[in-house]
């Protein structure tokens, strides 16, 4: 590797080819793990380095940002951005790279699973048989583990994007209404727009597909928690921070709600006290939206391609922060 090369930072490896194909064009670290550097381990490595390749786990902020004076692009492997500092990037002319596009179907996919889960509680019914509880007495009742139809119900996508609008695509081949809300309205075919107290009066289900920025934090809060239909049932694959959890707890405690779905949390991991852990009707996954061989492959191509632009003085295929071109 000529020692004119670039220096890059990569805070953990990733799936597929891509890694290696950097490694050829860059001198290359990589953070060895298991799990992300420490905050004060990520500020060490940046002091070298002209490119930083990081995940959702690492919070890029002006203090980073000061601890590497050559930095020269940011790469993200994820579509979301709440953990880095745009502003203060874009204050120092760096440009930052995330992966849209290539996460849209799979994390719908899960955001439907997740739907499907919760309506029919799977998760229940896996645990009844694994516990033992399915018994001979028990072996078919009429009123065992009743769940509610997808078909017929009404589905309210929060945040019309084209995640949000996956989702509505498959909602309309269950046979669901769909309903939208977004905080630029948009429109989709099949789907009738609604103020967001609206949908949230109206629909059976609620799946959120908003980004997480100061103006969705606590987007669903006590308030709204209250103003959905009688036993509905929300879904989250966007980000922890739009749904407060605690509020969310007391709804389903209280019989509120029928269920919730939950692949993104407040704080991840979930702590093992959480109170949501003590729940019925909640159904929990570890933030696996996009976690299917292919499209982690295709994440992390696209996060190389970012990276390898920015080294090279190009403009990034999916930048963030394009005002840094001027
Ligand atoms: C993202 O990319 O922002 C997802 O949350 C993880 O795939």
């Not at 953070?31 to 940046?46: E, I, T």
């Not at 380095?49 to 940002?65: I, M, S």
């Not at 229940?124 to 509610?148: I, N, Q």
């Not at 933030?287 to 982690?296: P, Q, V």
């Amino acid at each position: 590797m000529p020692a004119e090369s670039p220096r890059v930072y990569a805070t953990r490896g990733l799936p597929g080819e891509a890694l290696g194909e950097l490694a050829e064009r860059a001198r290359l670290s990589v953070w060895p793990g298991p799990g992300p550097p420490s905050p004060a381990a990520l500020r060490d490595a940046v002091g070298e380095a002209e490119g930083l390749l990081c995940l959702l786990t690492d919070r890029v902020d002006a203090a980073l940002l000061a601890a590497g004076p050559r930095l020269r692009v940011i790469s993200s492997c994820s579509v979301g951005l709440d953990h880095v500092d745009l502003a203060a990037a874009t204050a120092r002319g760096i440009p930052v790279g995330h992966t849209p596009g290539v996460l849209t179907e799979t994390t719908a996919d899960l955001a439907f699973a997740l739907l499907l889960a919760a309506a029919r509680r799977i998760p229940e019914a896996e645990r009844f048989v694994r516990e033992g509880r399915w018994t001979p007495e028990r072996a078919w009742e009429p009123d065992l583990l009743l769940g509610r139809d997808l078909h017929g119900a009404c589905l309210g996508v929060v945040g019309l994007g084209a995640i949000g609008r996956a989702v509505a695509r498959r909602a309309a081949g269950f046979g669901m209404r769909v309903l939208a809300w977004s905080r630029t309205r948009r429109e989709a075919p099949g789907v009738e727009w609604r103020t967001l107290p609206a949908l949230l009066a109206e629909a059976d289900f609620v799946s959120l597909h908003v980004a997480l920025t100061p103006e969705t934090r606590g987007l669903i809060g006590a308030e709204e928690l209250a103003a959905m239909k009688p036993g509905a049932i929300l879904v989250n694959t966007a980000r922890g921070g739009i749904v407060d959890e605690a509020a969310l707890a007391r709804a389903l405690r209280d019989g509120r709600l029928a269920g919730a779905a939950l692949d993104v949390f407040e704080r991840e991991p979930l702590p093992p006290d959480s109170p949501l852990l003590a729940l019925d009707g909640l159904v929990v996954v570890p933030h696996i939206g996009s976690a299917s061989l292919a499209t982690r492959a295709r994440m992390a191509r696209l996060s190389v391609d970012n990276l390898l632009a920015g080294l090279e003085g190009r403009p990034l295929p999916h930048c963030a922060n394009p005002e840094v071109y001027g």
